[in-house]
């Protein structure tokens, strides 16, 4: 008879999905790049303790396809996509059947390793490319601590001397403002005939979630000589300042 909660136990968690056993790895895969401390996620999901109060948003989110944030046309145009962020439908069922079961955590053994991820600062294109040959930095701007929507637009000087063919590019925010910055585009400028300087090719996008971006083998986007940089940075303010931010 002393067996017989136990017995129960591991058939309930038959009967539906657990925590620990398929809803922890899901939301390592599809949520946890932005959910985690220090990052644009506006809650950490690193833990059951963290994401249990959030079950039932999570839920709504995720079977509306509003989360992960890939608003991607399912009915038309292409559908085999490399990098695809679209969560799974098998993923989304998995979530529905276990906020509907009442969110069990389940077995702690069956807890998936916890999932390393690039500390702050640090380029994440770095271990497969090594460290970066070119960096150009937006002119410094002091984000506050609170606010709206907050847009700096800076032209800076790109620094390259010679025309060159990128063979990755990155986006990276300052450690400090990472949970403030929404999103960064940058473009070339080059003068034109006049001697006026104009938009050119794009050099960068920066989104949350967003690694990079690397270069097939064999192509060339062209970074040209004597340019300049223009930046088109959104924050969000986060409850920390952060003064001199590039």
């Known amino acids: 008879m002393a067996l017989l909660p136990t017995l129960a136990a591991a058939q309930d968690e038959a009967d539906h999905p657990t925590y620990a056993k398929e809803v922890s790895r899901i939301i390592q895969d599809n949520c946890q ?22 079950a039932p948003l999570i839920q709504l ?4 396809r509003e989360m992960p944030p890939y608003q991607y046309d399912r009915d038309t145009g292409v559908q085999e996509l490399k990098n695809d962020w679209r969560m799974a439908q098998e993923d989304i069922d998995t979530i529905v059947a276990w906020v509907n079961a009442g969110s ?8 998936p390793p916890p999932k ?4 702050k600062g ?45 063979k990755a590019v990155e986006t990276l925010p300052s450690a400090s403002a990472q949970g403030s910055t929404h999103h960064a585009n ?8 006049e001697g006026e300087w104009v938009d050119s090719d794009r050099l960068s996008e920066f989104a949350f979630g967003k690694l990079g971006e690397k270069v097939p083998e064999g192509a060339c986007r062209r970074a040209p000589a004597n340019s ?12 920390n300042a952060v003064p001199d931010d590039q």
């Open 33 to 54: 790049i932005c959910h985690q401390p220090g990052q644009i996620g506006p809650m950490s999901f690193t833990s059951y303790d963290e994401v249990r109060p959030w």
């Open 61 to 64: 989110k995720v079977a509306n």
């Open 104 to 111: 069990p955590m389940g077995n702690p053994e069956d807890l």
């Open 116 to 119: 390393e991820y690039p500390t």
């Open 122 to 166: 640090e380029w994440r294109l770095q271990a497969d490319l090594g460290p970066p040959d070119h960096i150009i930095k937006s002119a410094a701007w002091d984000v506050p601590a609170q606010g709206q929507d907050l847009w700096w637009e800076p032209v800076v000087d790109s620094g390259i001397t010679e025309s060159r063919c990128i």
């Open 186 to 193: 940058s473009h070339f400028k080059v003068l034109d005939e």
């Open 228 to 239: 300049k940089v223009e930046w088109e940075i959104h924050y969000f303010p986060d409850g």
